[in-house]
């Protein structure tokens, strides 16, 4: 492994003894981390930095581990000690760029990368990630010449042979995408949440004395019980939590089950309702009054989400908008450990939001308004299609300041489910 074995002479080891056991516990650190013992091998790792010895190389090592278990904040701290020990160390660097990356912060592990190309121009990782990294923010003719230049000097490396292969078929989905030309963008909406169009009369409704907000309730779908969601462990014992309803055991289709939830809340005359992952932690104390003040600015609301739709493959609301166009702010991780993923401002209009959340007032929704469960996915693009269907009937969208955290990073592979639906999203939008 890269950077192991490289003794860094730290002036709080002094005398012959020591070091001598100092360096059998490095040899067996090194060898745990090589045959995979990881938490044998980490254990050493945290006892080297609590006794004061700060060796780039295993503060390098120490920092891939923690970044491998999800603690990348841990992660990055520890990778940028090892940095300011040893600048010049290209290994180092590149580990803090893989670091970066994961939390999404692709322009500082952009810069990561080229530091450690600049210290080492034969790093194939180095050019290998930065490769990586282009081919995700869709720089295609920049990230196709950083991997050859990787096959250049590790002619070997599989790794840097699949993702070429990855670039060549974005390459053929660019040209591809020339027949979707179609960009969707805001429809005549009000600013506010109010619709003309579609009013709605409630009837009179008194509230039940100990919930002010009980108008307001939200759904979620789980394929399992809720007692093992982040969801209900994060509402669990609040004075709210009678206002959140879980689906359990669920394999249907989230379009089904959301206009199911639409209707029997219309019923009941509940005003607004939220949509939600089961993988979510709320983390603020006055959620149900963030919900409250959203619908009131707006008829469908998110935590993320862009200002045009630009219809094209991959069908992701990021990838279908340009960057200065993001708008949200989401935070990825678990309770203990994350980090924010910061799309643009608040509370702003938008076309589309992501289906982490969905935020719906009810008052302003018409019947006609609703999630197509025609779709050949059931998971996929019931957030998209019906956004695009609530501007399409003039209703004002907006990402809102809700806090929460997310515990999974997004899509990592493109199901046949998924591949079904976005052929259906794409063909529906573009002919409508």
């Not at 295993?58 to 300011?84: F, P």
């Not at 009369?201 to 309730?217: G, L, P, Q, V, Y």
């Not at 809700?402 to 259906?424: A, M, N, V």
Request: glycine fraction near 6%; hydrophobic fraction near 35%.
């Amino acid at each position: 492994m890269k950077g192991f074995g490289e003794l860094y002479k730290s002036k709080k080891v002094s005398n012959k003894k020591n070091t001598l056991e100092l360096q059998v516990l490095i040899k067996k650190a090194i060898k745990f981390h090589a045959e995979g013992k990881i938490s044998e091998a980490a254990k050493l790792y945290e006892f080297f930095i609590k006794k004061g010895f700060l060796e780039p190389s295993l503060l390098s090592n120490y920092s891939a581990i923690l970044k491998d278990q999800g603690k990348l904040k841990e992660a990055e701290e520890i990778a940028r000690k090892s940095i300011s020990i040893k600048f010049e160390n290209s290994d180092a660097h590149n580990n803090l760029g893989t670091i970066l990356m994961d939390q999404g912060k692709f322009d500082v592990a952009k810069e990561s990368f080229l530091k450690a190309i600049s210290f080492k121009s034969d790093n194939f990782l180095a050019h290998y990630n930065l490769g990586n990294l282009l081919s995700k923010t869709g720089e295609l003719i920049e990230a196709e010449k950083i991997i050859k230049k990787t096959i250049d000097i590790r002619p070997d490396f599989t790794p840097a042979h699949k993702i070429l292969e990855f670039i060549k078929e974005k390459f053929l989905e660019t040209k591809t995408n020339s027949f979707y030309n179609k960009v969707i963008t805001f429809n005549d909406a009000p600013s506010g949440s109010s619709n003309s169009s579609h009013p709605k009369k409630r009837k009179s409704k008194k509230k039940r004395e100990d919930n002010a907000f009980s108008e307001i309730k939200i759904f979620s779908a789980t394929k399992g019980k809720k007692e093992d969601t982040a969801l209900f462990k994060s509402i669990e014992g609040k004075n709210y939590e009678d206002l959140f309803f879980f689906k359990e055991n669920n394999s249907r289709s989230l379009h089904k089950i959301y206009n199911e939830i639409i209707e029997d809340c219309r019923d009941k005359n509940i005003s607004t309702i939220v949509l939600m992952h089961d993988d979510v932690y709320i983390n603020c104390e006055d959620f149900l009054k963030r919900v409250e003040e959203s619908a009131k600015k707006f008829s469908i609301f998110g935590v993320a989400g862009a200002k045009s739709c630009k219809l094209g493959k991959p069908a992701l609301w990021h990838l279908m908008s340009q960057k200065n166009e993001w708008r949200g702010e989401v935070a990825h991780g678990s309770m203990l450990d994350n980090f924010n993923s910061v799309f643009g401002p608040m509370n702003e209009r938008v076309v589309m939001i992501d289906g982490v959340f969905i935020g719906i007032n009810l008052d302003n929704l018409p019947r006609s308004c609703n999630f197509d469960e025609n779709y050949p996915s059931k998971f996929h693009y019931y957030d998209l299609d019906f956004c695009l269907e609530c501007n399409k009937q003039n209703l004002s969208i907006g990402v809102v300041n809700i806090p929460i955290i997310h515990e999974s990073p997004g899509l990592k592979s493109q199901s046949e489910s998924f591949l079904k639906g976005q052929d259906y999203f794409l063909k529906k939008w573009q002919k409508d």
